[in-house]
């Protein structure tokens, strides 16, 4: 293979991800060219490519998904090779097929090995060729319905559904039973088709309360594959990551080294060149089983770049130009420890239903030596329906897991999104479980920790004190209240009140609470939504803190309140007052809970509907979105019928009884 120099690339992506492509091919002196459709026009990818080159409709089967004109922007502008980052067509063969045509790179595989590892049923049966453990489960493709449902009982129940193209929780689903195939099928199938333009589905055994752990892997065109540590990734919602670490707290050295040969040896025997991930799952005994390859750039790649101290972006390109690895196995040494949270737009309480609308105010830490930020938005962004919801991702990292961790609660502290529904609270709440911070991880964590969806932790007790300070000082610093003398204050945190001597005077409270005496100052950012406290000089914490109708809606590490400062007197007049009467929503109306297209509809004028059943289905953020009867009912009318775009909050089932 010929070594060459790339001066400029295209980068077939958008959002976080062709952001994150771009600092690192400035880096090595690169001009990119980034494309856009009709929803990123105002998008910051745009914005910081060297040239940005339109490319169709929203829809991202008229944009992102073209490979046409894609290719065309390529040509036109120049460019020697192509980026795919992550989803949309990385890991689809026909994209570096069109591209060679032009005599244009593809920054990835080659065909040959994306044609049989993108595919999970083909890379199965590499895999079983290479020697490695696979799940058990049916290795061809699955006809319909009727064939899906044979299959599983032939596998036992539990199984699992996938998608035989992609990945990324996309066209996958558990089945308990007989009775779930169908409408998992239907599901499945139709979310596959829509993300990789493939419906195809496979069925393998599901693996109970499993750890998903993936090695990353790098090679070059030479025969030089080497293993860059593993990934714990087993805290998902909806078969999705939202938080990976590494290294594993879970796998011992000797598993390691099984993985890492089996990486080894099935790179070979696909032809493998480029970063690539190889994922498994991973029973209570370190047991492993081969789940898929993926052929591209992994999102969470970030948290083994902070442990090994290799740029993975920068060493795809310089294996695309045909230069060798510049490292070995040897060479490689996995220091300290790393964690990654996926800000997503999406809403905890209602079954991480994805959200999208316009961001009002975006705020995030400072990035350092142990903390890094990945995005692609700004205060105005718009979070649209038509691709992933993730907005970005937070990494830190420790000499240790618990550095990583503790460095993790204070990152998503300061992070502040509005104007669009989104689950850096729960985060926070999963970063501060116990259970978490002790390692005891499996793919159903939160499921099991979180049954009902996520609605905000109460406040610990060891807490209380920091939400009465920061209401104490958001109160006086607000209503200009100097107090040369220590006052009394009825501070109220959710349904209690404390009684607290305090006194303000020049930007500092000093309050008095369980007969300790504190000095707090604050600071605040984002247009006075973070506040950072600190306490007595050393205890440094930030809140996130809203006032609306005299009250303080005050968040932190997953917790929240509704805090109220009064004197005494107004106290007790206060509780004579009579509380706002909210408004009942009807029983008689099914809303739908996010916006995006409505696909399907599962009932009809008349239906009697029980617990559970499935309504309706709306697509958003390329995932489709069952809606399920929360009470039995009677169908009457349908306001809004399939291939209709709905909103948040429209009525599409009406008079039900």
Known sequence: MIEKKYSKILIANRGEIACRIIKTARKMGISCVCVYSDADINSVHVRQADEAVYIGPSPSCLSYLNIDKICEVAVETGAQAVHPGYGFLAENPDFPRALQKHNIDFIGPSTETIEVTANKITAKEAAQKAGVNVVPGYMGKINDVVHAASVAEEIGFSVMLKAASGGGGKGMRIVNSRKEIELAFTSATNEAEKSFKDGS??????????????????????????????????????????????????????????????????????????????????????????????????????????????????????????????????????????????????????????????????????????????????????????????????????KDRIEAINRMQKALSECYIEGVTNNIEFLESIFHN???????????????????????????????????????????????????????????VNENEYSIYAEYESGILTTTYNHNTYSVKGQWKSSHKLLNIIINGDTNITLKVNKQDGKYFIRHAGMKAVCCVFKPHVAKLNKLMLEDKVDEVSANIVKSPISGLLVKLHVNVGDQVEVGQPLFIVEAMKMENIICAEAAMIIKNINIQEGKNVQAGDVVLANCG
Do not use: W
């Open 434 to 492: 116990p259970n978490f911070i002790a390692a005891k991880l499996h793919t159903k964590f939160i499921p099991d920790h979180y049954p009902n969806g996520f609605h905000g932790d109460f406040v610990a007790e060891e807490y209380i004190r920091i939400f009465i300070f920061a209401a104490l000082y958001t109160h006086l610093e607000r209503e200009n209240r100097y107090c040369s003398k220590p006052e009394v204050f009825v501070v109220g």
């Open 201 to 398: 589905i496979f069925i393998e055994k599901y693996i109970e309360l499993p750890r998903h752990i993936e090695i990353q892997i790098i090679a070059d065109n030479y025969g030089n594959i080497v293993c860059l540590g593993e990934r714990e990734c087993s805290i998902q919602r909806n078969n999705q990551k939202i938080i990976e670490e590494t290294p594993s707290p879970f796998i011992s050295e000797e598993v390691r080294q099984e993985m890492y040969a089996q990486c080894v040896s099935l790179a070979k025997q696909v032809g493998y060149f480029s970063a690539g991930t190889v994922e498994f799952v991973m029973d209570k005994n370190q047991k492993f089983y081969f789940l898929e390859v993926n052929t591209r750039l992994q999102v969470e790649h970030l948290v083994t770049e902070f442990v090994t101290g290799i740029d993975i972006v920068e060493e795809m390109i310089r294996t695309a130009c045909g230069e060798k690895l510049r490292f070995s196995q040897s060479d490689i040494k996995l220091t300290g420890s790393a964690m990654e949270s996926r800000i997503c737009a999406e809403d905890p309480s209602k079954k991480f239903f994805p959200s999208s609308g316009r961001i009002k105010y975006y705020d995030k830490p400072n990035e350092n030596d142990h903390i890094r930020i990945d995005d692609g938005v700004a205060s105005g962004s718009e979070i649209s329906t038509f691709y992933d919801s993730m907005i970005a991702k937070v990494v830190t990292y420790g």
